[in-house]
Each structure stands twice: as structure tokens, then as C-alpha cells.
């Protein structure tokens, strides 16, 4: 299975991968802010709404800036069943958001917080239905930060393994 091909939001024409001054927003918008398709258009809107919120924080436009904010906005999300909305077009551009700047930020910082990150992810689509496009990017969320962290941890890797095995075996759309 090849899991680079899982997401819609394929990393051509987004920032070169370990660019620290690159701008995700400005890239994304560069690259879909003209198409029709509903997914593209939120997208662009957390990317902008968070590029924003980086702006009046006085943060620095980077892929770690935009990795933080999207694992803070999605541990909001995850804070309780009020707040997590099924099928809520903001979790899937937030985890292609997540995704695309996974991609984008040093492996040592991976290591260190990808495994509580993956369980973030895991929380968020394990709470209630989510959209295929959702799961989707969150099952490439979850083998980014599988591949990056610390082969040693077992135990820590357990819960988001046995995420996304469950969902490459279900059969329903991704």
C-alpha cells in the first residue's frame, strides 16, 4: 500500500521538506485557492485562520508554527464530545494541514512528540464518525509519526499501530 498516495494533497508544489522560512498557508493557497472543490476551500480557510492567528501572536510563519497550531486546534477538538462536530469539514483540513507540515519539520522533533500527536489524531477520529476525507488524512498523519518515532517505545506505539491497521483493513471508503 502505498500510503504518499492516500491523501488528496499530494506534497508537489508545497514547500521544499526542511524549508524552516517556508510559508505552508501561502503554498496552499497558491495552490488551490481558485478550485471549486469544497475540501480545498476549507483548507484554505484553517490555513488562512491559523496563518492569521500566527500573525497577531507574532510567530514566525514555519512549518513548526502551523504543526503546533494545528495539533493545539485538534486537541481542542478532541477536549470532549461538545466540542467534536461528526463529519466537521475543519478536522479534515486541519489533518491535511498536520500532514503537510509533518513533512516539513525536523525528524528530532518528531520523535519527540509524534507518538503523543499520533494519539491526538487517534482520539479525534475515534470519537465519532469522521468524514473519509478525514480519516483519510489522519491515517496519513498517524504512519508519518509512526515512521518517525522511537522504534524502541512499543508500548507508546501500540494504540496508534492498532489505529491504523483497523483502519487499512476496514472496508469502508478513505
Given at each position: ?102 513533512s ?18 487517534v ?24 515512521v ?12 496508534p ?14
Open positions: 500500500m502505498d500510503l504518499n498516495a492516500m491523501d488528496a494533497y499530494e506534497d508537489d508544489g508545497f514547500c521544499l521538506s526542511g524549508d524552516a522560512s517556508c510559508d505552508l498557508c501561502e503554498s496552499i493557497m497558491t495552490r488551490y485557492k481558485n478550485s471549486s472543490q469544497e475540501d480545498h476551500q476549507h483548507l484554505c480557510a484553517v490555513a488562512g485562520a491559523i496563518s492569521q492567528e500566527l500573525r497577531e501572536q507574532k510567530l514566525p510563519l514555519s512549518p513548526i508554527s502551523y504543526f503546533g497550531a494545528a495539533v493545539s486546534s485538534l486537541e481542542r477538538l478532541a477536549g470532549g464530545p461538545s466540542t467534536l462536530q461528526s463529519g466537521d469539514p475543519a478536522i479534515a483540513a486541519l489533518l491535511n494541514l498536520l500532514s503537510v507540515s509533518i516539513r519539520i525536523s525528524p528530532a522533533v518528531l520523535k519527540s512528540k509524534g507518538l503523543s500527536v499520533a494519539e491526538v489524531v482520539r479525534v477520529l475515534g470519537s465519532s464518525l469522521q468524514s473519509p476525507a478525514a480519516v483519510k488524512a489522519g491515517l496519513k498523519c498517524v504512519s508519518q509519526l509512526l518517525a518515532a522511537d522504534k524502541v517505545d512499543w508500548a507508546g506505539m501500540a494504540r499501530y492498532g489505529f491504523l491497521l483497523t483502519h487499512v483493513t476496514d472496508q469502508r471508503p478513505k
